[in-house]
């Protein structure tokens, strides 16, 4: 499989987003003990059997509150039970985030302390049964401690080696280019990752693309795959669905195919939670999208979202 650069590693073009299973308003197949071993785990294994190397987790991927984590026990178990040999499954990174709380009666919020990070980030690799995460990234900031502080909390994980390479999520554009300033990017041993949302029919965070193609940033986008199915204008289907049949794809493997070829930061990490879509998603690095085809679907793009809330309120800065 086609490889993508992710600080001092290489991974898979196309990773795993692992909310999904433990999410409870999508009915995660890793909530149920017999369709966890029998639906959700086989298909993590089909994926690292197709070559994905890449699987991103987070602490507050879980179905309710005291259960914090549930997602990273998955992930772990996940790559422990697969066949892969040692050699096979060291090349795997599993990313993880923390920066939100959740709290009784499901009160959600922000923490962007150092002792809270760091709590987190510990209690994060007990879960993943590591001695060190191999990608840890900054969930979302934290609007009540001044952004500076946030970042430098952020070098300190890594100082105290609790982390080995780090991320940021919902930062932007200027927010990403004070943190390289103060954290460095990859080439310092800074900041490798992006988290951000984008997807067809939500396309804002353009500028963050390019700071991250300046940089050497692997941009992981959130939700890559929305609007794929969004009728379009002038017919009755997706642009991506009336182009399918040309790629012998799916209109998802063609999407995540237009995302890749539209920055060279970009590494989507789709939602997969069956095996058949699971191994439909890594065929999207096989797709060779022609220019005449990608400015297609420029030209016939569902309308944008609205602006996401999760970037806001902002922090202050120093």
Request: proline share 5%; aromatic share 8%.
């Amino acid at each position: 499989m086609r490889q993508h650069r992710l600080g001092n590693s290489e991974v898979s073009a196309v990773g795993i987003g692992l909310m999904n299973v433990s999410w409870i308003w999508s009915n995660g197949a890793a909530l149920d003990p017999i369709r966890r071993q029998e639906s959700a785990i086989p298909a993590i294994h089909a994926g690292l059997d197709a070559g994905i190397t890449f699987l991103d987790s987070a602490d507050i991927y879980a179905p309710t509150w005291d259960e914090v984590g549930h997602n990273e026990i998955f992930a772990a178990e996940a790559l422990r039970t697969w066949s892969g040999t040692k050699e096979q499954k060291a090349k795997v990174i599993i990313a993880t985030k923390a920066g939100i709380t959740r709290k009784p009666g499901e009160v959600w919020g922000r923490n962007g302390s150092l002792d809270y990070l760091l709590r987190a980030a510990e209690a994060s690799a007990g879960r993943l049964g590591v001695d060190k995460i191999d990608l840890w990234q900054h969930h979302r900031l934290d609007p009540s401690i001044e952004f500076e502080t946030q970042v430098e909390n952020i070098g300190v994980l890594k100082q105290r080696g609790i982390v080995d390479q780090v991320g940021v999520s919902n930062y932007d554009a200027k927010q990403l280019e004070i943190a390289i300033g103060i954290l460095g990017g990859p080439d310092q041993g800074g900041i490798v990752s992006v988290q951000n949302e984008f997807s067809p029919r939500y396309r804002y965070d353009l500028d963050v693309l390019e700071v991250c193609e300046k940089h050497g940033i692997a941009f992981l986008p959130w939700s890559p795959l929305g609007g794929v199915r969004t009728k379009s204008e002038i017919s009755e289907s997706s642009v991506f669905e009336e182009l399918a049949t040309k790629y012998s794809a799916s209109p998802f493997a063609l999407a995540l195919a237009w995302e890749m070829k539209y920055s060279s930061a970009v590494l989507p990490i789709p939602g997969a939670t069956r095996a058949e879509s699971v191994l439909d998603c890594a065929k999207a690095t096989e797709i060779d999208l022609s220019d005449e085809d990608f400015e297609h679907i420029n030209e016939n793009l569902p309308a944008q979202a609205d602006y996401s809330s999760e970037l806001m309120p902002k922090p202050a800065h120093r």
